[in-house]
C-alpha cells in the first residue's frame, strides 16, 4: 500500500494549517475544532514547519509558558519530515517509528497535498486486511462475494 491510497481513505481532503505569527492557543483553538493533534506552519505557501500536542507539552506547558502569549514560531517544530504519495506505508511507519512523530506532510512531485497520522496509517492497514480476509473467506466458500 502507498501514501496515495492512505490520502485516499481520508474522508476529508483539507490541510489545516496556520500562520507562524499566530499564538499558540489560536493553533489549540484549530486543532480543537478540526479534531486534529498537529496542524501545520505555512508562510507565503510553503511549509514551514508544523506543530503537534507534543510540542505544546514539551515546548509550552513544561517549560511554564502562557499559550494566549507564546507565538507558534517559537515552538513549532521546523525541521519537517515528508514523504511523497507514491512512498510504500511501511517507509512512512519506519520513518514515524526512527524519529518518534505522528504526523506526516504529503507532496505530490515537491507539492504540499496532504498529510497523513499514525491512525490514518493504522486505519488503512485494518481496511486492508478486513478486505484480504474478506476475499480469503469468499474463495474459500466458493461464493465471488
Not at 96 to 125: C, F, Q, T, Y
Request: proline share 1%.
Amino acid at each position: 500500500m502507498q501514501v496515495y491510497q492512505v490520502l485516499a481513505g481520508k474522508s476529508f481532503d483539507a490541510i489545516w494549517s496556520i500562520s507562524k505569527d499566530k499564538t499558540v492557543f489560536q493553533a489549540l483553538e484549530l486543532m480543537a475544532e478540526k479534531n486534529i493533534g498537529a496542524v501545520l506552519v505555512i508562510e507565503d505557501g510553503a511549509l514551514i514547519g508544523i506543530f503537534s500536542e507534543r510540542d505544546y507539552a514539551r515546548k509550552v506547558i513544561l517549560l511554564g509558558r502562557a499559550s494566549r502569549e507564546t507565538l507558534v514560531a517559537d515552538v513549532m517544530t521546523s525541521k519537517v519530515i515528508t514523504v511523497e504519495t507514491d512512498q510504500k506505508i511501511e517507509d512512512c511507519m519506519q520513518i514515524m517509528s526512527d524519529k518518534h512523530i505522528r504526523h506526516l506532510p504529503v507532496n505530490r512531485k515537491g507539492k504540499l497535498i496532504g498529510i497523513i497520522s499514525i491512525n490514518d496509517i493504522v486505519s488503512a492497514i485494518i481496511r486492508e486486511q478486513k478486505a484480504h480476509i474478506k476475499s480469503l473467506e469468499s474463495y474459500i466458500s466458493g461464493n465471488p462475494y
